[in-house]
């Protein structure tokens, strides 16, 4: 019941600011007064040289490379399937009816548990990863794709039908751009997952890829290169995240 | 007509089940990696012995506690910041941007802080499972009807009143959906931490059976913990249905 | 009972909308037991004067008096409102709903049910008080947070456009009953309405207001007797009212509707 007041968007903003600088604050507090050992939380100035030294090896992206081509086999493997599984009960209604409260349901269960079972069937070596990805990933688009396709304003389709479309152009023309926002929710929630499930695989087992440098780091002690290894995770993470949220903003604005 | 559908939902499960026996036994997949069913559940009674059961409470006393403080957390501070407008636009950004930073990559530091013991499980699962909470109550919250909160105060509600007879029965379905989602981001960083410092609890036995080479047991032990799972969650989803019940539209859950 | 003082309302201005001027120079009396009608073109500031009635704001300057003394906050014990989107609560029940007005007033528990299916009954919709308001059609959610309105007996009740959301045969019937239920409960009602029909049906006096910024054009007085019947609404003197406040009204309605007001870009503020 307050109206808005543009002295609280500043004060806001202002908090923000304090926040941010707080916690810059504090971490270097805490590394020069050795309240948490360096070998946990590195020195700010510690942390850019190493980054920057990080970035400037050209194993650095090599690791890259490793991840990023585990995450983009799991992707597509999640999208291939996850797409046509989410098509086919999103369009013919008994499947939809039938698998719906399965995917749901299996959509809860801690997938991370599989991983020890992708590690014994396909080894150490990426397989391994992309599979678990692609487990991880696959859900969030079959079960959009599901839901878009399936929520489709009766109208769009009526109008469709008395038009004289068929089935194959209801589904090209109607039902898919129509639904075509969620599904890219779904791809963009699949990305991130699936980035991050490859992460956490190399992290618990793997001789490669971004997350295995940063569990080594950690366990060498250098605390410095493991936050360092941390912050590309992270950077990739947004450069997926961000970029198709982009798209799907772009995608709104269009619409 | 809902009944027969479950049925052969029933029945499709039990036939993939049937598919996977067969393939195990006919060799056509190989059974020293996919232990048949019937294996699976023969492994079951290895899992019930003394060290797997202890092992099974320590990581239930792990989620409990994280999701008690996630819980508690999540909700205590997402009522504040969905009340009110000036900590809305000063902490949900905040908020956010926490949450859009993967804390599994953190996962390793803090194992490295807090040790191995049962802490740094709780505190990790705990920093996953509080944001789906923080969020959904915050979104729960601000979409409490101003008029509904405006008819209250002309008939005399107190600032009390409207937030318990008000606020707390509208936003009580999101806070439901909030502590659902973050059920299930609890117990996945409880499992994660385990994994990966695999000393304690069911991580440690599902890192054993894959080194040792037992594929049923870990099969065993995927299921059990997939069956209990998918038995809470469905049950959280019926009370979220319950609650939600008078609502006239369907709302999003938040940080899924 | 309710005065307004050469009440001037000016909204702060917003971004490069400046300020409103709602409402200016308004100077009215609404007499005890009368039923007053505020009408006038969208943007005309009557849902304003209501709130400023309610005690849900403040004038900008002036004057707003309720039984003498003046409205810096709602006064539940002595005015009860009815909003146009019903604001029943979705969780509650029927029953639940006129309950949840006498808890915030604190009417002992033993006396909330009684009470509330006494104003159910009053409003003829005791069969569903176990219902939700999900259930129910526009006109029957209305009936209830009228009587819920009512159980609070108050001197005073505020209308605001309470029959907007309602298609034209639920407007009439209901009409019907709160000229009914007018005649028997002897309240001072002001409402608030677009409807030119509904104006002259239920009211005694009513205000014909102008455009933005809103000022009282003329009070019109009607001269027929409570309750209201079916009858008056064929009647010479209805048609005549009637008439005559289309036509103060017909440019006014013009200009808000097409856009012509100044400031009237802004959203609609009754």
Avoid at chain 1, 160 to 171: D, E, F, I, Y
Avoid at chain 3, 173 to 198: D, P, R
């Amino acid at each position: 019941m307050s109206t808005w007041r543009p002295g609280g968007a500043l004060a806001a903003s202002a908090i923000q600011g304090a926040a941010l600088l707080a916690v810059v604050a504090v971490w270097h507090l805490a590394t020069v007064e050795r309240w948490v050992s360096p070998l946990i939380l590195p020195d700010l100035g510690r942390l850019a040289a190493t980054l920057v030294a990080l970035l400037a090896r050209p194993e650095t992206y090599h690791h890259v490379g490793v991840t990023a081509y585990e995450f983009g086999a799991a992707l597509l493997f999640a999208l291939s399937v996850g797409l046509a599984v989410g098509i086919v009960a999103g369009t013919v209604r008994y499947v939809g009816d039938l698998i719906e409260p399965v995917l749901l349901a299996l959509y809860a269960i801690p997938i991370v548990m599989a991983f020890p079972l992708c590690i014994l069937f396909l080894g150490i070596g990426s397989a391994s990863k992309i599979a678990f990805g692609a487990l991880y990933a696959f859900f969030p688009v079959a079960i959009h794709t599901l839901k878009g396709l399936r929520h489709v304003d009766r109208g769009f389709i009526r109008a469709a039908v008395s038009m004289g479309a068929g089935p194959r152009l209801l589904l090209l023309r109607v039902l898919i751009p129509a639904a075509f926002p969620v599904i890219l929710t779904g791809v963009r929630l699949a990305a991130v997952l699936g980035l991050l499930s490859v992460v956490a695989g190399e992290m618990l087992g793997a001789l490669e890829g971004v997350g295995q440098m940063l569990t080594r780091s950690v366990e060498a002690l250098v605390s410095a290169e493991a936050f360092a290894w941390i912050l590309i995770t992270i950077m990739m993470v947004t450069l997926v995240g961000g970029t198709l949220s982009w798209v799907e903003r772009r995608l709104e604005r269009a619409r | 007509m809902s009944r027969s559908i479950a049925w052969d939902r029933a029945v499709l499960i039990l036939a993939g089940l049937a598919v996977w026996e067969a393939a195990a036994r006919l060799r056509w997949l190989d059974p020293d990696f996919f232990s048949p069913p019937t294996k699976v559940v023969g492994a079951m009674a290895d899992l019930a012995t003394p060290p797997v059961l202890a092992a099974a409470r320590l990581t239930a006393t792990e989620v409990a506690v994280a999701f008690a403080l996630a819980a508690a957390v999540g909700v205590g501070l997402g009522l504040m910041i969905g009340l009110f407008p000036f900590a809305y636009r000063t902490f949900r950004p905040i908020v956010l941007l926490l949450f859009s930073v993967p804390k599994m990559v953190m996962l390793p530091l803090f194992i490295l802080f807090f040790g191995i013991g049962l802490t740094s499980k709780a505190v990790f699962a705990f920093s996953l499972g509080v944001f789906p909470v923080l969020l959904n109550v915050i979104a729960g919250t601000r979409m409490v009807d101003r008029t509904l909160v405006t008819a209250a105060y002309c008939m005399g509600a107190s600032q009390l009143g409207i937030f318990a007879k008000v606020v707390l029965p509208a936003a009580l379905p999101s806070v439901i959906t909030g502590l659902r989602v973050g059920m299930t981001q609890t117990v996945l960083g409880v499992l994660l931490a385990e994994l990966y410092a695999a000393n304690t609890g069911l991580g440690y036995y599902v890192s054993l059976y894959s080194q040792s080479f037992k594929p049923a047991q870990l099969f065993a032990l995927f299921f059990l913990v997939a069956a209990l799972s998918i038995v809470v969650n469905e049950a959280l989803r019926a009370i979220e249905r319950r609650a939600g019940r008078w609502r006239e539209e369907e709302v999003e859950a938040e940080g899924a | 009972m309710i005065q307004f003082k050469d009440v001037g309302v000016t909204y702060a201005g917003e971004g490069a909308l400046g300020a409103v001027e709602a409402l200016r120079g308004v100077t009215l009396t609404i007499e005890r037991g009368e039923l007053f009608s505020l009408i006038g073109p969208s943007g005309c500031g009557k849902s304003t004067l209501l709130n400023l009635a309610a005690g849900l704001r403040g004038p900008t300057t002036g004057v707003v008096t309720v039984g003498g003394q003046p409205m810096p906050r709602p006064r539940p014990d002595t005015i009860a409102v009815v909003f146009q989107d019903y604001s029943l609560f979705p969780w509650r029940t029927v029953v639940g709903n006129i309950e949840a007005g006498l808890e915030f007033r604190g009417v002992p528990r033993a006396e909330r049910r009684d009470r509330a299916m006494r104003y159910l009954r009053m409003v003829g919709l005791e069969a569903f008080a176990g219902a939700v308001p999900r259930q129910l059609s526009g006109g029957m959610k209305q009936r209830v947070a009228i009587a819920r309105s009512l159980s609070l007996e108050t001197p005073v009740l505020l209308m605001d456009e309470p029959f907007g959301a309602l298609d034209e045969q639920t407007r009439m019937v209901l009409g019907e009953e709160v000229s009914q239920i007018f005649a028997q409960t002897q309240k001072t009602i002001l409402l608030v309405t677009h409807s030119l029909a509904e104006a002259v049906f239920l009211s005694d006096r009513i205000a014909v207001m102008s455009g933005r910024p809103g000022r009282i054009r003329e009070v019109i007085q009607v001269d027929a007797p409570h309750p209201r019947t079916p009858e008056f609404m064929t009647s010479k003197l209805f048609h005549d009212l009637r008439d005559h406040i289309f036509r103060l009204l017909h440019d006014e309605m013009r200009a808000s509707v097409l856009g012509l007001h100044r400031g009237a870009r802004a959203e609609d503020r009754g």
